[in-house]
């Protein structure tokens, strides 16, 4: 609808509306162009884009494409936010994640831009032991703490209200979590852990630490075993659920016992899904305080984390625009919390540069892009709206289908969830092995003669319950057995690029050929003659005319030179060709196929 100014006058007032259907017809005819004869709602589909849970993505989004009311912040729904002032005061909380003891590290990170602590403790952390050390020089009546102990979470709950006691923090001054999370410590271990102790730490801080909550919903472990975002939610909903019961049962009434619950999500780079997520688990979560009778306890608190998922060990710089991207959305999306997980998080212990770029993504944000200055940016937008709807379906339904099945805990240990995961991961990885989900430095622009990134290794994380994928595992896997036989030959496994015809024939799918190998540690080789190239395999680059009239004289002129194997870059059926590489072919399976025949264990 076009708002006229306080003048009356319209610009526009001469021009008619334009019509979907006329632009239905525009669309039909650039994809005319391209070969592709559709029409109407047709033409539409060919633009759109599936994403997971049956998503799709449309290319146009109008007022017609409405979604229920998503209400004010700080109301329910709580879609806009849980608070009505959102983040505007000072920005979302800036939390660093700490897993070992570092000299100065968590001092050097509050003094520089972190506002609240997540330490690690236990199993793959710092010894509980060790948490006063942690903290020492910590002004723990200003800096919140959260704790992640895992099966230890009693006694470092009982740690950290130790040092409260001991250093004279006021009860009323404290605040964090103590992040007792037993469903989410057996995603993790597959280990069963009791509820009735984290219920009565639930109980004594709504007693005596009204801003200290006693339970975290974890939905990382779901994310990292593969799950689509509808999963994470459903899960995290199941989680929250099944925590509910218990405290109430422990004699919590409904409002104090959705006081002691945090979430915790991932945020990826693909920002409008991460926005929507985050606005989905908030309405989600407020349909369960209203069916619970409460629905002005609803407001859920979210810390969102950088996606380990997305996280790549190879050409790891990459990792800092991917996460600036995801705390974008972090941010955006109404997140009370934000951690960056520094670029080199997949290589171990990171490095004090690496901490300072994590910390100051954040800043950066907040203090001189000024995203927290208006409270649900992305609201009122087609697009997110309805794609905050149709998540929040979609996270509903699971949800519904892990009640039906006897809850989180049940669906947890009867291997269901572990389905349904790795059901989703296996379609997502033939997206990631065809390139269809592009990983830039690892699939798409490697770079073979990077140094590598070397760090302390980081304690060894939790293990024995859903399995942590990642990304870039099949191409990582790839490249380990170039790096092998580097170290064993003093040479990697190579290529010949031949190349028919001028640049302008040949530039395109030279290049792509070239990308395409290295993704695989394949050094290819354009100068020189295939004798002289040190390869046993060749790959034909040209147009498709000139691959008509000499590829099929070139594949028998190299094969007489020694090739055992040629490929071609394109499609096509033509004599002495082996193999043919093209955008969308299973790029693992060729490039592991290939280092077999090479000989590349």
């Known amino acids: 609808m076009t708002v006229l100014p306080d003048d009356g006058l319209s610009l526009a007032a001469e021009f008619p509306d334009a019509t979907h259907e006329q632009w239905q017809r525009l669309v039909e005819g650039v994809l005319r162009k391209s070969g592709k004869e559709v029409s109407g709602a047709a033409a539409e589909d060919a633009l759109s884009t599936t994403l997971e849970d049956g998503l799709r993505t449309r290319p146009l989004y109008t007022a017609r494409d409405g979604a229920p009311d998503p209400g004010l912040p700080g109301f329910a729904p709580f879609v806009r936010g849980g608070r009505p002032e959102g983040n505007t005061a000072g920005g979302w909380d800036v939390r660093q994640r700490h897993a070992a003891l570092d000299d100065g590290a968590i001092l050097t990170d509050l003094e520089n831009g972190v506002s609240s602590l997540w330490l690690v403790l236990g199993e793959g952390g710092i010894p509980v032991s060790g948490l006063g050390r942690a903290l020492d020089g910590v002004y723990l009546d200003l800096a919140p703490v959260v704790l992640d102990a895992g099966g230890e979470f009693e006694a470092a709950a009982a740690e950290l209200l130790r040092l409260y006691e001991e250093r004279g923090v006021d009860a009323k001054a404290v605040r964090g979590n103590l992040g007792a999370d037993p469903l989410g410590h057996e995603a993790r271990t597959g280990h069963p852990q009791d509820v009735a102790p984290a219920a009565a730490l639930a109980a004594r801080c709504a007693e005596a630490y009204p801003g200290l909550r006693a339970l975290t919903v974890d939905a990382l472990p779901y994310h990292e075993a593969g799950g689509s975002a509808a999963q994470e939610l459903g899960a995290s909903l199941a989680t929250g659920v099944a925590y509910l019961r218990e405290l109430t049962e422990a004699g919590l009434d409904i409002e104090q016992a959705c006081a002691q619950l945090e979430f915790r999500y991932a945020a990826t780079a693909d920002q409008f899904l991460t926005i929507a997520k985050l606005r989905a688990a908030r309405r989600l979560w407020a349909r369960v305080a209203e069916v619970c009778g409460a629905p002005g306890a609803g407001a859920q608190v979210q810390h969102a984390v950088t996606s380990p998922v997305m996280t790549t060990r190879r050409d790891p710089w990459v990792n800092m625009l991917r996460a600036t991207v995801a705390t974008l959305a972090a941010g955006v999306g109404g997140a009370d919390s934000v951690t960056v997980l520094p670029f080199d998080h997949a290589l171990g212990l990171p490095d004090a540069f690496a901490r300072r770029i994590a910390r100051n993504t954040s800043t950066i944000l ?192 190299l094969k007489a030179s020694g090739a055992r194997h040629v490929f071609l870059a394109g499609r096509g059926d033509y004599s002495g060709i082996d193999s043919y590489v093209f955008a969308g072919c299973d790029a693992v399976a060729v490039l592991s196929a290939t280092l077999d025949r090479m000989g590349v264990s």
């Open 366 to 557: 907040v203090e001189e892009s000024h995203l927290a200055r208006v409270t649900d940016p992305a609201g009122g937008s087609w697009y997110v709206e309805r794609l905050t709807d149709e998540l929040a379906g979609a996270g509903w339904e699971f949800f519904r289908t892990i009640e039906r099945d006897g809850g989180q805990a049940a669906v947890l240990r009867s291997g269901r969830l572990r389905t349904d995961l790795a059901t989703t991961w296996a379609d997502r990885s033939k997206r990631l092995a065809k390139r269809r989900e592009p990983i830039t430095g690892v699939s798409e622009f490697p770079l073979l003669a990077e140094k590598p990134v070397e760090r302390t290794p980081a304690p060894e994380q939790l293990s024995g319950g859903l399995p942590r994928v990642r990304r870039d595992e099949a191409y990582e896997e790839l490249r380990a057995r170039s790096d092998a036989h580097l170290a064993a030959t003093g040479a990697r496994p190579r290529i010949f690029l031949a190349m028919i015809g001028s640049a302008a024939a040949y530039t395109a799918r030279a290049t792509f050929a070239a990308n395409l190998f290295q993704a695989g540690g394949i050094e290819p080789v354009t100068e020189g003659g295939f004798e002289d190239s040190g390869a046993t395999e060749a790959v034909l680059c040209s147009s498709d005319a000139l691959y008509e009239e000499q590829a099929a004289q070139m594949a028998e002129s």
